[in-house]
């Protein structure tokens, strides 16, 4: 045993000088992990990382760390194991103490296991987890004769024995419960035995020691694993390939690739090979430390949990990597070279020179005496005798030996040289950091003629003009040379800063600090370069054949096919297992492809590249209102929401930094960039809304679209059924407007015509035949009396009654001076031809004389009309009749015309109009129809009349006052028919 054991520690030594080292990321504290103590890792079904540690169980999904089961009794239990059952949509949790937890969504159940009967140690944990096809969980527990069964569907727990020793592990193997059982028969022999039905059934085992370990495990292709202590057994075809390792196993991983990582107790991890041979690995950050577990994401990098140092995320394992602090005790890593025999020389940034193969060995072929970055290695020059110049002429290295030799006549200035091309007469052009020179080596070092004093990266031939190109810093120079002279001429108006040229076929292609360029017959060709290296800075180039192009970019490492330039490049970075994303050097060479990624340097073979990442599954895991989560995937919200939340999940495990995301709201607007998977989206109008957004990747490249839809429902009052309420509503009302003004206009129009009917009959009334007949016989009487006088006086007031009469028959209103020139001729002409006769005063008040007060026609003349006939005719001829017509305001907005006489009175004339068959005026008749239209015509105010019995304190009648309240409106003081206000002739 010892000797065997010696043997793998050899091995071991041997392997480890040509280990692959995996570029491992870290992820502790310091970088947001909770806590650097990991006991397990889990990834479940959707791609999220469960990482438990000794400050609780959490879910990472490349951004942040989820906590699990606050607030339960979880919090004070280490999760040990983590196991998922999606058929029940259910994660199994178990923590030390024998604590045992089912996980249904965020609702933790604890499941009671302990029972008197039971042999366990309270600070044990259950040994191994399966569950079969009946949804039950079979455990063991620590030296108990049995195993645990729990139905994950009814929660009840059942403990039984089939067997009499103790069960030290259950686990599932290609769909079988398999039991380790095992006895203690005699002092420090312990004899063991696993139940394996399709590998020669019972194998049994006698070990020296007492601890023991016991796991098994599924492989792929029906294979299968299972250790007993320090002893691992693969089987596979019915044959079973074992390995002894340095501690006791804690478990073993397959990945994708089929490669199976097993975790050797404070030995860090193994690697063997998908038929089973170890492969030679050097992982530093794992050394001596106690790896708890190994899991592979969605993305195919894996994960190494440790007990003190955090998390470490490996992206691509086939890479192999040389560390230049380790490996190389310089700095940086600053230019490649190839050698004839498939060697690769690196220089460094402290002046030393490194000899590299393909199969992770290193070898230092030179180390400067004196040490500072003054002596950074430019470039590597090989020369035809087989001599390695590093960036300086004054010393060769023959990378055989590893001897150097010093030029010491060779001026220290050559220091800096980035390249060396010699001219067909035995001269050099030299490109430096200081200038381009042509130089001569033999038989006489020096320098013959500074070509210019531009920093020159890089020379190399012209076939079209049978000279050189240049890479500058201020662009490509092409020089022709004679024995005495030589011509510069211009290339292409490019003025760029140019690190590397690189012919392919008839192209020649550019590395400058703007982009990627290529050139054909001297014009530029941007249609030949990929869209995503034209911003980019392009530091080095290299060809594997007239196809391929490698371009190495501070974002990333480039492979274009030149055959075909539209299509999509394949880039190289971190996702990929390079050491960084900031490439300064390519070289491919002998089926290798070599690149100096960040200050390391990368190898990996050119027929099988790393594989592409695995795009991150960017999902929308909800959408929020105003803070609270909606249901479903098209919610509907409230319109008093006003900020809507989309959480994001993208899972982007290769990224060391958080991932940019873009949104638009419409495939028209412009992408809004976004950090973080929560996008906000404050003060939205109601509406639908569709968000595409998308996620960048390890690899820069924006990834597919997902949606996010919802919805926000408008209030009421802007719902088109409200809106449409409101228009019936406000419809009907214009309607009823329209209605209510067309009939007013109606009524008004019905009212006109009344009004203008009564005052035709008023007309008629005042023009009453018996009153012209007795005003005619009156003048006639005056003409046979040959009274001149009084029959030319008689017939000029009649005349001008009449003239006024006319007058006011064309017109509804009239003027108080017209009203009171026509009262006057009336009771003038009744004056004459009464006898008795009558005095009569026709007055207004001062304040009526100076407004332009009007008001409707033939509305006074009745009552004066009834006071002479039926008041003033019939008194005795002792009496004196006496008329008043008063006109005075009547508050502000009317006017009071007052008709009084000192008649008999009312009763009286009513008692002889009963007697005789006197006529009776129509005037008052009309009038008192009239009245009622008129106050309906005016907007303010009525018109009304009352009328007054004047008596004497002992009763005698004293006559009648008329009291006739007219409106002053602007109806009644403006005229409605303007067409006739001039009095027609007498």
């Given amino acids: 045993m010892r000797r065997l054991s010696l043997v793998s520690l050899i091995l071991c030594a041997v392997l480890s000088l040509r280990a692959q080292e995996l570029v491992l990321r870290p992820l502790n504290e310091d970088r947001g992990l909770p ?83 039971w042999i366990v140690h309270d600070i044990g944990t259950l040994t191994g987890l399966a569950v079969d096809s009946a949804f039950r969980l079979h455990a063991g527990l620590e030296e108990s004769a049995g195993r645990l069964i729990v139905d994950l569907r009814t929660r009840t727990v059942d403990f039984q024995r089939p067997y009499t020793r103790n069960t030290g592990h259950v686990q599932q193997v290609n769909g079988q419960i398999t039991t380790w059982i095992g006895k203690q028969a005699a002092p420090l022999v312990l004899a063991d035995t696993i139940d394996l039905p399709a590998y020669r059934g019972k194998v049994a085992y006698r070990s020296s020691k007492v601890q023991t370990s016991f796991l098994a495990g599924t492989l ?66 794992l050394h001596r430390t106690h790896v708890t577990a190994c899991v592979e994401d969605q993305q195919g990098g894996l994960w190494f949990s440790t007990i003190d140092r955090g998390l470490f995320h490996c992206a691509a394992p086939e890479v192999l990597h040389f560390s230049t602090r380790r490996d190389f005790e310089a700095p940086w890593a600053s230019c490649l070279l190839g050698l004839p025999g498939g060697q690769v020389v690196v220089g460094t940034g402290n002046g030393s020179v490194h000899c590299l193969t393909g199969q992770g060995d290193a070898r230092t072929v030179y180390r400067p005496q004196t040490e500072g970055h003054a002596l950074e290695v430019k470039s590597l020059l090989f020369s035809e005798a087989g001599l390695l110049y590093p960036g300086r002429l004054d010393r060769s290295i023959d990378p055989a030996t590893g001897r150097t030799r010093e030029f010491p006549q060779r001026p220290a200035r050559w220091i800096g040289v980035y390249d060396l091309a010699p001219l067909p007469d035995g001269r050099y052009l030299k490109a430096s950091i200081m200038s ?67 012919w392919c076929g008839d192209t020649l292609w550019a590395a400058t600090h703007h982009g990627l360029m290529a050139y054909l017959n001297d014009a530029p060709r941007p249609d030949l370069v990929p869209p995503i290296l034209r911003g980019t800075q392009v530091r080095a180039l290299s060809s594997e054949s007239a196809r391929w192009l490698w371009v190495a970019t501070l974002d990333g490492l480039y492979r274009i096919d030149i055959r075909r330039p539209s299509s999509t490049p394949q880039r190289f970075g971190r996702a990929q297992g390079l050491p960084s994303d900031a490439t300064y050097d390519v070289l491919v060479h002998h089926g290798i492809v070599w690149v100096i990624s960040g200050p390391d340097v990368a190898t990996f073979p050119l027929h099988s590249p790393p594989k592409p990442a695995t795009p991150a599954p960017l999902s929308v895991v909800g959408i929020l209102g105003n803070g609270v989560i909606a249901a479903g995937t098209r919610p509907r919200f409230d319109h008093t929401v006003d900020r809507v939340s989309i959480a994001l999940r993208n899972l982007d ?60 429902t ?48 008023a007309l008629l009334a005042q023009l009453e035949p018996h009153f012209v007949f007795n005003a005619l016989n009156s003048i006639q009487s005056f003409v046979a009396a040959n009274d001149a006088a009084n029959s030319t006086r008689y017939l000029a007031k009649f005349a001008k009654l009449m003239r006024g009469l006319l007058n006011a028959a064309h017109n509804e209103t009239v003027s108080l001076q017209e009203e009171m020139e026509v009262l006057e001729h009336y009771c003038a002409l009744e004056a004459l031809r009464q006898q008795p006769t009558f005095t009569y005063t026709v007055k207004a008040h001062e304040a009526l004389t100076d407004r332009p007060v009007r008001f409707p026609s033939f509305l006074v003349q009745p009552y004066v009309e009834n006071a002479i006939r039926h008041g003033l005719r019939n008194l005795p001829l002792d009496r004196r009749g006496e008329l008043l017509i008063h006109f005075e305001p009547h508050g ?81 003081q403006q005229p409605e028919n303007t067409e006739a206000t001039t009095p027609h002739p007498a």
């Fill in 35 to 117: 806590s650097n103590c990991v006991l397990t890792l889990h990834v479940d079904r959707t791609g999220l990382l469960w990482v438990s540690t000794n400050k609780g169980l959490y879910r990472y999904d490349g951004f942040d760390f989820e906590l699990v089961g606050g607030g339960t009794p979880m919090d004070e239990v280490n999760i040990l194991t983590i196991k998922e059952v999606p058929e029940l949509d259910l994660f199994i949790l178990v923590g030390a103490g024998m604590r045992l937890f089912l996980l249904e969504g965020e609702r933790v159940v604890e499941v009671p296991i302990h029972h008197p009967d």
């Fill in 220 to 285: 792929t292709r029906g294979r299968a694993w299972y250790t007993h202590h320090d002893q691992l057994h693969f089987l596979h075809d019915g044959r079973i390939t074992s390995y002894t390792l340095p501690d006791r196993l804690l478990g073993a991983t397959e990945d994708s690739n089929g490669r199976i990582w097993a975790r050797i107790w404070d030995h860090s991890v193994r690697c063997f090979g998908p038929d089973f041979d170890t492969l030679p690995l050097r992982i530093e950050p």
């Fill in 436 to 502: 381009l020179e042509l130089i001569s080596l033999e038989p006489e070092e020096r320098t013959l003629r500074i070509i210019n004093t531009d920093r020159s990266y890089r020379i190399i031939p012209d076939p079209s003009s049978g000279g050189h190109l240049v890479a500058t810093h201020r662009g490509i120079r092409r020089y022709t040379f004679t024995d005495t002279a030589f011509r510069c001429t211009p290339f292409a108006q490019s003025d760029t800063r140019t690190y590397d040229l690189l």
């Fill in 653 to 712: 495990y290769a990224r060391t930094t958080r991932t940019p995301f873009r949104y638009r709201t419409s495939p028209t607007s412009a992408w809004t960039l976004h950090e973080g998977p929560q996008l906000q989206l404050l003060g939205l109008a109601p509406g639908a809304y569709d968000v595409e957004i998308q996620a960048v990747d390890a690899d820069g490249v924006w990834g597919g679209t997902v949606h996010a839809r919802w919805s926000i």
């Fill in 714 to 761: 408008p209030p009421f009052w802007a719902t088109l059924w409200f809106q449409v309420i409101v228009l019936l509503f406000l419809t009907s009302i214009i309607t009823l407007a329209i209605y209510q003004y067309a009939a007013r206009k109606q009524r008004m129009v019905r009212l006109a015509a009344e009004a203008r009917y009564h005052h035709h009959k």
């Fill in 892 to 972: 502000p907005l009317a006017m009071r015309c007052t008709v009084q006489d000192n008649g008999i009175g009312r009763a009286a004339a009513n008692r002889l109009s009963e007697r005789t068959a006197a006529w009776r005026s129509l005037g008052t008749l009309v009038n008192q129809q009239r009245l009622p239209l008129l106050s309906r015509m005016v907007t303010e105010g009525t018109f009304s009349i009352e009328t007054t019995d004047l008596t004497d304190t002992d009763g005698t009648s004293r006559g009648t006052r008329v009291e006739i309240i007219v409106p002053i409106s602007p109806a009644t």
